[in-house]
């Protein structure tokens, strides 16, 4: 389930940033420079996007994330999700922004 849209959000990710660690991820979510947001953005939104909108007949969980959600909120939620879990730090980030996701916006 996870590895489906693990591979969607890859494909959208520029390469460079497929090794990027969720400690890494962690603090360009923090920083308040341009160009670390921008890479922070390049993680979170598209992990959302798909996992909001998975195309039918697939193993993509879909998330309920409000629709009023913005990439403030997916930052915090990040930002509060990754202290908790700490073992994940040298884990790939866009495999922790998915288990975020799935964590902190499950449908009910």
Excluded: W
Excluded at 58 to 63: D, E, F, G, H, Y
Excluded at 70 to 88: V, W
């Amino acid at each position: 389930m996870i590895a489906a849209l693990l591979a969607a959000v890859a494909l959208q990710a520029p390469m460079a940033d497929q090794t990027t660690t969720a400690s890494e991820l962690g603090r360009l979510c923090a920083a308040s420079d341009q160009p670390s947001m921008a890479r922070c953005h390049a993680f979170l939104v598209p992990g959302a996007q798909v996992s909001t909108n998975p195309r039918e007949n697939t193993a993509i969980p879909k998330l309920c994330i409000p629709p009023t959600a913005t990439f403030g909120d997916l930052r915090r939620a990040y930002s509060a999700y990754l202290p908790k879990h700490a073992e994940k730090g040298s884990s790939p980030a866009v495999i922790v922004v998915l288990e975020m996701l799935a964590e902190t916006y499950p449908c009910r």
